[in-house]
């Protein structure tokens, strides 16, 4: 049974930082795609960052040069690391993995709140 489990949220001031992390269970995740995905109150789902096998990175518009991820595959762990946050950037963030079942797999999410 794959398990995400998130960590890391929390209330935080406009322009301050938080890190998000994801602790995979078993041996799945090295060989998965990760991605972060957030979701406001009354809006969709939506992806944020994603991170290959190999490491390569991709962000939303929204986030670039303020979001970074990352990987620690002997961790089975996946980051986010969020700098200069703004009130729009809170949501309820879910890690997600993909992978070579070609089945998806969620975190039960965490709360960011940024504080104007």
């Known amino acids: 049974q794959v398990q995400l489990v998130e960590s890391g949220g929390g209330l935080v001031q406009a322009g301050g930082s938080l890190r998000l992390a994801c602790v995979v269970s078993?041996?799945?995740?090295?060989?998965?795609?990760g991605s972060w995905y957030r979701q406001a109150p009354g809006k969709q789902r939506e992806l944020v960052a994603a991170?290959?096998?190999?490491?390569?990175?991709n962000y939303a518009t929204s986030v670039k040069g303020r979001f970074t991820i990352s990987r620690d595959n002997a961790r089975n762990t996946m980051y986010l690391q969020m700098n200069s946050l703004k009130p729009e950037d809170t949501a309820v963030y879910y890690c997600?993995?993909?992978?070579?079942?070609?089945?998806?797999?969620w975190g039960q999410g965490t709360q960011v709140t940024v504080s104007s």
């Open positions: 997600n993995i993909f992978g070579r079942d070609k089945v998806g797999y």
């Open positions: 078993g041996s799945i995740f090295r060989l998965a795609v």
């Open positions: 991170i290959t096998i190999g490491g390569s990175t």
